[in-house]
């Protein structure tokens, strides 16, 4: 039973949304069934949904049925019945927490039934919680597309003569269509990025051309999305990130929390693949400034956890500009926020990186060796500290070996996207500087331009001032 869809369901429930569900199984309207009580209870009592012995069938069947003899399909029956009790309270949890939607819906249910007042103070109080409405994101422009709707069905069911929100309904609809697509776009553009995916994004050029001519950036959710597009396909781009910036500024507090921390991480992207690429190192600055307002804000701490992709990379970003303090302490204050199956690990590989970018290669080195990661990013990260370690201490057969080693484990893994052209590179222009000749000055300038010319390549800076010492 451990792996049955009504545990894995039931597992995520917190202690309210426990105490909710056991008055909604206890109602006759929702639930009519002894035995489905009963294995709900028996199931939220002590660890029976998380050890396993207590999801034997036998075990549980002896609990709500005592003193029958075990049958494993009125078993199935009984959990059939409680997972459909508890979905329907999920759908009903759902729509209730949707205000606006849920009011809409009454209002859809008094039109129906042709109860004309009922319908008009409750699509008037819709229109109020509207107006109040916190955000101004894709879920509000939808709304106001259904309320427009709801609003042209009422009219058009009086087949009245005057004048309908015809045009409303069209804008608004046009308005929600643009802002999602955008959206969308923009994460499948970074998702197909970073992953090599080869995404069909359909009438996107239309799309932004349509915004252009109509001036459409009034809307935060547009502006922000158009925005991040042209950022990252724009020849002008700084201008294009340079608004973004201005966007987010006025209208981040215009967006649920989930939504604003997408909008920082592809602005923190945009600027660290610029970076990168050796195309703006000063949009660095940019990306360690975004961090540490969305980490002041929250909007990068998600229930009280902070991602290991966005802890690592603050890290990263906050060394590259040698703000050692600001990477302690951060290292420190955030190290509980990480997922737990992460937290020690990274946190002694955050650790050892500070060291590393300090000097003190003893320290990080013991560090490093007490970290054990199935990430493959982070081993290569650590691999790659360790390249510049032996490097620097002219430790060349352990060099030689974990070039080897990094070749071979970068094959082997099928590590993503540029990631993989990151970390090919670096070791094989480590290889190169091993065997280039300190006496041969053309050998080196031939070295040092493919280096300049090589993207993506972030050791760049690392690779050229070991070709100068040669």
């Known amino acids: ?8 369901i039931l597992q995520t429930f917190s202690a309210k949304e426990v105490r909710s569900l056991r008055k909604w199984l206890n109602s006759p309207v929702h639930n009519q069934r002894e035995d489905v009580v009963q294995l709900f209870e028996y199931l939220m009592a002590g660890a029976h949904l998380t050890e396993e012995k207590f999801l034997r069938k036998e075990r549980v069947f002896s609990r709500v049925f005592p003193d029958e003899p075990f049958d494993d399909a009125k078993l199935r029956q009984t959990m059939h019945f409680l997972l459909k009790a508890v979905e329907e309270f999920l759908m009903y949890e759902e729509l209730r927490g949707d205000e606006i939607r849920s009011r809409m819906a009454l209002s859809s249910v008094y039109r129906k039934r042709k109860l004309d007042k009922a319908f008009q103070k409750t699509i008037n109080s819709v229109e109020t919680l509207q107006e109040k409405a916190p955000y101004r994101d894709e879920h509000y422009l939808r709304n106001e597309y259904l309320l427009q709707l709801e609003k042209y069905s009422f009219q058009e069911g009086k087949k009245r003569t005057t004048e309908m929100n015809l045009q409303e309904v069209s804008d608004a609809l046009d308005t929600t269509f643009l802002a999602d697509k955008l959206r969308q776009s923009c994460l499948m553009l970074f998702h197909q990025a970073v992953y090599r995916a080869d995404y069909r994004i359909g009438l996107l050029e239309e799309v932004v051309q349509y915004v252009e001519k109509h001036h459409m950036t009034e ?4 502006a922000i999305y158009y925005n991040i597009y042209k950022s990252i396909t724009a020849a002008e781009a700084e201008t294009y990130f340079e608004a973004l910036r201005t966007e987010i500024a006025r209208n981040g507090s215009r967006f649920p929390p989930h939504e ?6 592809m602005a923190i992207n945009y600027c660290i693949r610029k970076a990168n690429t050796g195309e703006g190192a000063s949009l660095l600055k940019e990306a360690f400034s975004l961090y540490k307002q969305g980490l002041s804000d929250g909007f990068l701490v998600e229930n009280g956890v902070v991602s290991p992709f966005t802890f690592r990379n603050a890290v990263g970003t906050g060394l590259i500009l ?26 002694l590989h955050s650790l050892a990186r500070l060291n590393f970018s300090k000097g003190d290669y003893s320290a990080a080195m013991r560090l490093l060796v007490q970290t054990d990661f199935d990430d493959v990013l982070i081993n290569l990260h650590g691999k790659s500290m360790l390249l510049k370690m032996y490097y620097e201490l002219n430790e060349w057969d352990a060099l030689e070996s974990l070039l080897d080693s990094m070749r071979n484990y970068i ?11 990151i970390y090919s590179n670096l070791v094989r222009f480590t290889k ?19 280096i300049i010319e090589t993207n993506p390549l972030p050791e760049r800076q690392w690779l050229l001032e070991q070709l100068d010492r040669l």
Do not use: C, T
Request: no cysteine; hydrophobic share 35%; glycine share 2%.
């Open 432 to 450: 190169k500087l091993l065997k280039v000749s300190p006496y041969d000055h053309s050998q080196q300038n031939k070295l040092r331009n493919q």
């Open 322 to 347: 040698k703000e050692f303090d600001w990477v302690h302490d951060f290292i420190h204050e955030y190290r509980d926020a990480l997922p737990l199956r992460y937290r020690d690990n990274l946190f």
């Open 1 to 8: 039973m451990e792996s049955s869809h009504l545990v894995v």
């Open 219 to 222: 809307s935060p959710a547009i």
């Open 260 to 265: 604003i921390r997408d909008i920082y991480l």
């Open 411 to 421: 094959r082997r893994k099928q590590v993503m996207g540029s990631y993989k052209a």
